[in-house]
């Protein structure tokens, strides 16, 4: 009869001593696996373009890892100087005005220049906030994102209304990485005080991982307010 409790309590132990572990080795191996995965796609898109001399892989009797990533950022980066004078300025307009004149492409292009110049450009706020809107019914709520206010078009219509509208990003769980743009009226957002990097966490967790209030003297304190009302004029 002793035998069986102390074997029940080996397992116990053994079972606890495999959770750590896995809580512990799993996210250590998952990060080193999406890493790796993601240098060698940047060496295979990189490396195939390099001219036969200056590609080690040419050289040496093993292949070196992360070589055409560290090509693509140094590349990108003299691009960026050379784009911040005046001879690359021009030289990048006249690239846009070809784009510009090219069906399809032109549209392409000057989305994804949006795009890249809102979300790396921007000092505003934009999705550095987390907040909760009542979606898809009342009653239910749903984790979202601050984008920006309306804005444009949009923001005029809008004021015609009336209304004072916020853009928001609703992602779906447990992959952000597609959702819904959703305008929601300012006081209609519930703000939240943790960080957009603890609302990922969560969204990601499906609620499993839910990081613990600040204290209130450490709350962030940037309210979603307009320093000033904005006025928009009323198309004819």
Same mark, same amino acid.
């Given at each position: 009869?002793?035998?069986?409790?102390?074997r029940?309590?080996l397992?116990?132990r053994?079972r606890?001593?495999f959770l750590t572990g896995?809580?512990?080795?799993?996210?250590?191996a998952?990060?080193?696996?999406?890493?790796?995965?993601?240098?060698?796609w940047?060496?295979?898109w990189?490396?195939?373009?390099?001219?036969f001399?200056y590609?080690?892989?040419?050289?040496? =009797?093993? #292949?070196?890892? $992360? %070589?055409?990533l560290?090509?693509a950022l140094?590349?990108i980066? +003299?691009?960026g100087?050379? !784009?911040?004078?005046?001879?690359g300025?021009?030289?990048?307009?006249?690239?846009?005005?070809?784009?510009?004149?090219?069906?399809?492409?032109r549209?392409?292009?000057?989305?994804l220049?949006?795009?890249?110049?809102?979300?790396?450009q921007?000092?505003?706020n934009?999705?550095?906030?987390?907040?909760?809107?009542e979606?898809p019914?009342?009653g239910?709520?749903s984790?979202?994102?601050?984008?920006?206010d309306?804005?444009?078009?949009?923001?005029?219509?809008?004021?015609?209304r009336?209304?004072?509208?916020?853009?928001?990003?609703?992602?779906?769980? =447990?992959? #952000?990485t597609a $959702? %819904?743009?959703?305008?929601?009226?300012?006081?209609?957002?519930? +703000?939240?005080?943790?960080? !957009?990097?603890?609302?990922?966490?969560?969204?990601i967790s499906?609620?499993l991982?839910?990081?613990?209030?600040?204290?209130?003297?450490?709350?962030?304190?940037?309210?979603?307010?307009?320093?000033?009302?904005?006025?928009?004029?009323?198309?004819?």
């Amino acid at each position: 009869m002793t035998d069986k409790p102390a074997r029940g309590f080996l397992a116990t132990r053994l079972r606890n001593y495999f959770l750590t572990g896995l809580i512990i080795c799993a996210p250590l191996a998952i990060t080193a696996w999406i890493t790796w995965s993601f240098i060698l796609w940047a060496d295979s898109w990189v490396k195939p373009y390099l001219p036969f001399d200056y590609n080690p892989d040419n050289f040496l =009797p093993y #292949p070196v890892p $992360g %070589f055409g990533l560290l090509t693509a950022l140094l590349l990108i980066t +003299l691009v960026g100087f050379f !784009a911040a004078n005046l001879i690359g300025r021009s030289v990048v307009g006249f690239g846009e005005s070809l784009l510009a004149r090219t069906p399809l492409v032109r549209t392409i292009y000057k989305g994804l220049k949006q795009i890249f110049q809102t979300v790396l450009q921007d000092q505003s706020n934009s999705f550095k906030r987390a907040g909760m809107i009542e979606y898809p019914s009342p009653g239910l709520w749903s984790l979202v994102f601050v984008a920006t206010d309306a804005k444009g078009e949009v923001a005029v219509k809008f004021s015609d209304r009336g209304l004072d509208m916020v853009a928001v990003f609703l992602p779906p769980t =447990p992959v #952000p990485t597609a $959702g %819904f743009l959703i305008f929601v009226p300012r006081d209609k957002i519930v +703000l939240l005080d943790m960080s !957009a990097e603890d609302a990922a966490k969560m969204l990601i967790s499906g609620g499993l991982v839910v990081p613990e209030q600040l204290p209130a003297t450490l709350q962030p304190q940037a309210p979603l307010q307009n320093p000033k009302p904005k006025r928009f004029l009323s198309r004819p």
